[in-house]
């Protein structure tokens, strides 16, 4: 009687995994009992106050102004781009020189 290849070749491939699982059952090693360790105690005495960081500086939106920021993207616009009323144009400077001076860079629409 003649077989079929594949049901040959999987009887073999499930043969030889069902070795290796209990060839490698057998050498499982026995977990090692864990001994606990003391653990140091702290006073109230010892503990060190560590100091906070300091609070970052973070542009406050001013209610005026002939630019805005994006403070997402750092780009400025002025007042006649598309780009003025975005969600995230909150900061507003008076000069152009207050808003390079704050790290904002030129919109590449309106070109301040």
């Given at each position: 009687m003649r077989r079929n290849?594949?049901?040959?070749l999987s009887w073999c491939v499930g043969f030889v995994w069902a070795v290796g699982l209990i060839l490698n059952a057998?050498?499982?090693p026995e977990p090692v009992p864990q001994v606990p360790?003391?653990?140091?105690?702290?006073?109230?005495?010892?503990?060190?106050s560590v100091d906070p960081p300091p609070p970052?500086?973070?542009a406050?939106?001013?209610?005026?102004?002939?630019?805005?920021g994006n403070t997402k993207t750092h780009k400025f616009h002025e007042r006649s781009c598309n780009y003025w009323d975005c969600p995230n144009c909150t900061a507003r400077f008076a000069t152009r020189?207050?808003?390079i001076n704050a790290g904002y860079v030129p919109c590449g629409t309106c070109k301040p």
């Open positions: 290849w594949l049901v040959v057998r050498r499982a360790q003391p653990v140091a105690v702290a006073s109230l005495g010892d503990a060190r970052v500086e973070i406050k939106p001013a209610k005026g102004g002939n630019y805005s020189e207050d808003a």
